[in-house]
């Protein structure tokens, strides 16, 4: 009796790769990886070579896989897969270890600095970006390295390390890997609290908006009214937008705080409005609520309920953002300015240099990014970035908004430069809704505003 088992066999052994690999990628999977680890530390041991653990993970994967779908996700998962195969010796290990994140085991390696070396290696292999349709995204990775023997002798404390080097990589972001030691920021537990304290803010109304206001150097008046995010913490007092936009931006946890913040700011409004005061607001918009499809639906559907209109709003977004992320935010932009919301690009001049999408953007203002008035010390201070953006917003019939105008000097600089708006502590400091009201009530329009703060 003879049985062709040739079937039986094949059928095995697909079963035994599914166990052990992703099928998305092809690369080992968890299970496999943690085979492979205990070989990879048993000869370790024995040879008394180092190997290293490279915690890899793609940045802002959560938004493309959002705006995109699920499919270009997953299309991005194996392009970068692909780009990390080919970084890597035949001896190497790598695995994906679930979402966007993969580990890599570099076995036999002198130094730290071998391994900084494979990641500059992987940093440079995916900085093309990746190429879908029409859209082109580019990406970035963050890496986080530890090494046996140097920082830990099994596998859960390496991998821990390697983590925590990950967390300092991707708040740096300036796309070196990170290599473990032991002064390093325990960005963990520290980013769970943050997400905590900004879930407990938006539940228990703890969200609050400071405004900050920006004058028409011309007239005196009051152009346009910042909000700016500020948390009320039972025991630290305010908290300010640096301590949690980045880490709300990581979760999902910045489009609930953008609505929670764009409901006070409507509260606020409707109580301006009621005072007689129609000045427009302006709003900080992160990428990620600006990347998702619904956004302006919602944006717009808030103004409305309140009873306000689009045109007293103006979103503030980021000139790397615009850039960055343009096929995904430019529909959500377009529109919104169709129905009157005016948009301004913040931070200009900070981030890019590329000059190349400001006409093909439907924008309103350019804020430049307070560093350049900074630098304007004494009323002799040589200065020809400042009158040249100043030409350029000009000529591309866009308001100009200098931002952190600290002292008269400034002040009268700008003056003196025909600069249009203003704003910074020499006008206000950003202050609370009832304080603003205040200001709003009490401000004399003056073309030169002499003498000291005003707050
Ligand atoms: P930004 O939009 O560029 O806001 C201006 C920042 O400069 C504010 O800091 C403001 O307090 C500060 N500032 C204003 N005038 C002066 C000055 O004369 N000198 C100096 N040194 N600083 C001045 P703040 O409130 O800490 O906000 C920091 C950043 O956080 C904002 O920068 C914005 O990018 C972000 N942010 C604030 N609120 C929100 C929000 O609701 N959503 C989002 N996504 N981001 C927000
Ligand atoms: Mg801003
Ligand atoms: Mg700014």
């Not at 076995?107 to 995916?126: E, F, G, M, Y």
Request: hydrophobic content about 40%; charged content about 20%; proline content about 3%.
């Amino acid at each position: 009796m003879a049985r062709d088992i040739t079937d039986k066999k094949r059928a095995e052994e697909i079963i035994r790769f599914q166990h052990n690999h992703d099928l998305l990628t092809g690369l080992p999977n968890r299970n496999l990886l943690n085979e492979q680890v205990m070989i990879l530390l048993n000869h370790a041991r024995r040879s008394e070579e180092k190997l290293a653990i490279l915690y890899i993970d793609i940045d802002r994967f959560k938004l493309v896989n959002d705006s995109y779908g699920q499919i270009v996700g997953d299309k991005l998962l194996q392009f970068v897969a692909d780009k990390l195969k080919s970084c890597v010796r035949e001896a190497d290990v790598l695995a994906r270890f679930g979402g966007d994140e993969f580990i890599l085991l570099l076995p036999d390696i002198h130094s730290a600095q071998d391994a900084s070396t494979v990641a500059r290696k992987i940093s440079a292999a995916t900085s093309q970006p990746f190429v879908y349709g029409k859209s082109e995204i580019h990406i970035s990775l963050s890496i986080g390295a530890s090494l046996y023997p140097d920082h830990g002798n099994n596998w859960q404390l390496l991998l821990k390390k390697a983590d925590t080097a990950l967390c300092n990589s991707r708040a740096t972001a300036n796309n070196e890997c990170c290599v473990y030691h032991d002064n390093l920021t325990n960005y963990n537990s520290n980013k769970i609290y943050i997400e905590n304290l900004v879930r407990a803010a938006i539940k228990e109304q703890r969200l609050i908006a400071f405004y900050q206001p920006q004058v028409d150097l011309e007239t005196g008046e009051i152009h346009a009214i910042e909000a700016l995010a500020r948390i009320e913490s039972p025991d630290q007092g305010l908290i300010l937008p640096g301590t949690f936009i980045e880490i709300a931006e990581e979760s999902s946890l910045i489009c609930d705080l953008g609505e929670a913040f764009l409901d006070r700011v409507c509260e606020d409004l409707i109580k301006w409005r009621a005072a007689g005061h129609n000045v427009p607001v302006s709003l900080n918009i992160s990428a990620v609520q600006l990347a998702m499809a619904s956004f302006s639906e919602s944006f717009l559907n808030k103004v409305y309920s309140c009873g306000l209109s689009p045109e007293q709003f103006e979103l503030e977004i980021t000139e790397n953002v615009i850039i960055k992320n343009l096929e995904m935010t430019l529909d959500n932009i377009i529109k919104l300015t169709k129905l009157g919301v005016n948009i301004a690009v913040d931070d200009f001049g900070k981030g890019y240099s590329s000059l190349s999408y400001l006409d093909q953007l439907p924008l309103k203002t350019l804020k430049l990014d307070m560093s350049f008035i900074h630098k304007v010390q004494s009323a002799e201070t040589e200065n020809s970035i400042i009158p040249a953006m100043l030409n350029v917003s000009n000529g591309l019939k866009l308001n100009f908004v200098v931002e952190g105008v600290e002292n008269r000097v400034q002040h009268d600089y700008l003056l003196e430069q025909g600069a249009c708006i203003a704003q910074g502590f020499y006008y206000s400091k950003p202050v609370s809704a009832t304080h603003i009201l205040d200001f709003l009530r009490t401000h004399q329009p003056v073309a030169a505003p002499v003498g000291e703060q005003l707050d």
